[in-house]
Nanobody, 124 residues
Framework: QVQLVESGGGLVQAGGSLRLSCAAS????????MGWFRQAPGKVREFVSA????????YYAGSVKGRFTISRDNAKNTVYLQMNSLKPEDTAVYYC?????????????????WGQGTQVTVSS
């Protein structure tokens, strides 16, 4: 059974940092693009960041570029999202996702596996 399990969410003050982790099990994703998406209350799920299978290419939404860093450790089948300079508008449930086949990295419908999400709350 394939599982993606996120961790590292929590409550932080504006300007603070959090590091999210996404551990995969059930199959290897070492050849898959991995992504992070988020969904705030009453809003659609939106792209945050993605990383190619080798880690050579990374992609970010404009709203997080320069503040968030995505990375991966294929030996551990784990993807990370380092979030710095957090803002109240970053408050959302953050989801990890994996593609089976290479496709558009910012399209949530191109991802085949999803985690259950982890809550990030940034207070002002």
């Amino acid at each position: 059974q394939v599982q993606l399990v996120e961790s590292g969410g929590g409550l932080v003050q504006a300007g603070g940092s959090l590091r999210l982790s996404c551990a995969a099990s059930g199959r290897t994703f070492s050849r898959s693009t991995m992504g992070w998406f988020r969904q705030a209350p009453g809003k659609v799920r939106e792209f945050v960041s993605a990383i190619s299978w080798s880690g050579a290419r990374t992609y970010y939404a404009g709203s997080v570029k320069g503040r968030f860093t995505i990375s991966r450790d294929n030996a551990k089948n784990t993807v990370y999202l380092q979030m710095n300079s957090l803002k109240p508008e970053d408050t959302a449930v953050y989801y990890c996702a994996a593609q089976t086949y290479y496709s558009d990295y910012d399209d949530l419908y191109e991802y085949d596996y999803w985690g259950q999400g982890t809550q990030v709350t940034v207070s002002s």
